[in-house]
């Protein structure tokens, strides 16, 4: 179940950049619209936050197999992990969204298209004419805690993993693990 959620994530992050790439490759018109940009920006925050988190539950998942194996079924159920994942679309969506209508709240000094096939924030921000002052507190903001609460508990679960996997006593244990 994971793994297939996680498999589509990775496919929309994909989708999200490669697809405007392509077709700029093909036709030689290197612009995005506006539009285009925001509506990039908001699916490739989205999908690439989900990610983190998704393999933040999946790390949590191998905890609670391997340090917690008798518990294992009660606790991952399928509603536990169906709960988990709504609430990582439901944060990142949050995340993306904020993003994204803080953008729309900016001018920019070119109007219509903006010459790049990726829509990044922080280029784009650069290419405002308004204060982004906002927008670049709310992107160390967000953007440290979508990335520093993921990874904080992706190493505790793999230096619990670690902790159980050194103690074992049995050597076919530990290769298991």
């Known amino acids: 179940f994971l793994l297939a959620n ?3 994530v990775d496919m929309g992050l994909t989708s999200s950049t490669v ?11 290197h612009t995005i619209s506006y539009a285009g940009c925001l509506t990039q920006m908001y699916f490739f925050l989205m999908f690439g936050d ?49 993003h994204t209508l803080l953008m729309t709240q900016l001018s920019f000094c070119v109007v219509g298209e903006i010459a790049h096939f990726f829509c990044d924030i922080t280029p784009v921000l650069k290419l405002s004419c308004s204060d982004t002052h906002v927008n670049e507190l709310m992107v160390f903001a967000l953007g440290g805690t979508v990335l520093i609460i993921p990874f904080i508990c992706i190493a505790i679960s793999y230096l619990h993993i670690i902790s159980v996997i050194l103690r074992m006593q049995t050597p076919g244990g530990a290769g298991k693990a």
């Open 50 to 98: 989900l990610d983190s988190f998704f393999l933040a539950v999946m790390a949590y998942d191998r905890y609670v197999a391997i340090c917690r194996p008798l518990h294992y079924s009660a606790v991952m159920n399928p509603r536990v992990c169906a709960l988990l994942l709504a609430l990582c679309w439901v944060l990142t969506h949050a995340v993306a969204l904020t």
């Open 19 to 29: 697809t405007k790439m392509l077709v700029n490759v093909q036709t030689q018109h």
């Open 6 to 8: 996680l498999s589509f």
